[in-house]
């Protein structure tokens, strides 16, 4: 079965940073695009970033530009976040996710991390 299991979250200072990892199995790591997505209670689910199949391409929401990177590892079957100068806006549960072909294209997600970034 599809699995996505996310670590590395924590409690940091303003400024600091922390890397986030994506384990995944069940499907084709290597040629599905993964994503990153977070959520503060009370509003939407809104979107990081994203990274192609083969890690060639990526793509970040605007308000991460500059200061998150993903990248992925498909020997591990592993995609990260770096995040660096953190804000206490960036506070929430991060939540990996993939999109997967096995019959129909699928979105699957990870249970989530939670990132609080104090001032």
């Known amino acids: 079965q599809v699995q996505l299991v996310e670590s590395g979250g924590g409690l940091v200072l303003f400024g600091d940073s922390l890397r986030l990892s994506c384990a995944a199995s069940?499907?084709?790591?290597?040629?599905?695009?993964m994503n990153w997505y977070r959520q503060t209670p009370g509003e939407e689910r809104e979107w990081v970033a994203t990274?192609?199949?083969?890690?060639?391409?990526?793509t970040y929401a605007d308000s991460v530009k500059g200061r998150f990177t993903i990248s992925r590892d498909n020997a591990k079957n592993t995609v990260y976040l770096q995040m660096n100068s953190l804000k206490p806006e960036d506070t929430a549960v991060y939540y990996c996710?993939?999109?997967?072909?096995?019959?129909?294209?699928?979105?699957?997600w990870g249970q989530g991390t939670q990132v609080t970034v104090s001032s």
């Open positions: 069940g499907f084709s790591f290597s040629t599905s695009a």
């Open positions: 990274i192609s199949g083969d890690g060639s391409k990526t």
């Open positions: 996710n993939a999109r997967v072909y096995q019959f129909r294209t699928t979105y699957y």
